[in-house]
């Protein structure tokens, strides 16, 4: 799994980025038993045009060390709960096209495939295609 972040980021970057969630469009983090970030998950607006405020994107990330331990299924399941919450009835996810682990889980929690976005990441040298999966909340 990858963000797509092709620069190091420093913790006050971090810090920066994190602003921009709250309301509607929250952050959450997982933590282990030992303090250690093992993933996080948000929902993002998905437009700034009123006509899209009942659809939102979800993005996932898991430490590598934390992954095929449940993190994964037990934050989207989280960020699925809260969208219908936030009173959104449309999310989006956007995929690595060869991360199989969370396209199944996408699919297992109830996404469907739309598209392929054919070499939309340009991250380590080579370029990535992208899935676009999505549910009704």
Known sequence: GSTA????RTLEDRREWAKQFG???PLYVGVDHMGQVACYG???KYSPKHGYDHATENSLYVARDHRKKGW???MLT???TEANRLGF???LARIFATNEVSIRMHREQGFE???LQREAVWLDEKFFDVLLMDRRV
């Open 113 to 115: 495939t739309l598209g």
């Open 23 to 25: 309301g509607r469009y």
């Open 72 to 74: 994964g299924n037990e």
């Open 78 to 80: 989280h960020l699925l």
């Open 89 to 91: 009835h449309y999310i």
């Open 42 to 44: 948000c929902l993002f």
């Open 5 to 8: 972040e092709v620069i190091e």
